[in-house]
C-alpha cells in the first residue's frame, strides 16, 4: 500500500506573507546599547527641531513687529511735516 505525500503548501503572494507584529519596533541584531544611543539621538534630534521652530517663529514675529513700528514712525514723519 502506497501513501501519497500531503500536497505542499501554497505559498501566498510576494509581499503577502503571514506578517508579525513585535513590540520591539529595532531591527534585528541591534544591541541594546546601540538602540538606547538611537533613542537618545532621536529624542535629541526632536527637541532641536523644536527649538529650531520656535527660533524661526520668533524670528518672523520681531520681523512683523518691527515692520509695524517702522511703518508707525514713517506715519509720525509725514504727519510732522505736514504741519
Do not use: F, I, N
Amino acid at each position: 500500500m502506497q501513501t501519497e505525500d500531503p500536497p505542499p503548501e501554497e505559498l501566498p503572494p510576494e509581499g503577502q506573507g503571514p506578517k508579525t507584529v513585535s513590540a520591539d519596533p529595532r531591527d534585528l541584531g541591534v544591541s541594546d546599547e546601540a538602540w538606547a544611543r538611537l533613542q537618545l539621538d532621536k529624542q535629541a534630534t526632536a527637541a532641536r527641531d523644536k527649538y529650531y521652530y520656535e527660533l524661526l517663529t520668533r524670528h518672523a514675529e520681531l520681523e512683523a513687529e518691527h515692520a509695524r513700528k517702522q511703518e508707525e514712525d514713517e506715519q509720525r514723519l509725514r504727519q510732522e511735516q505736514q504741519r
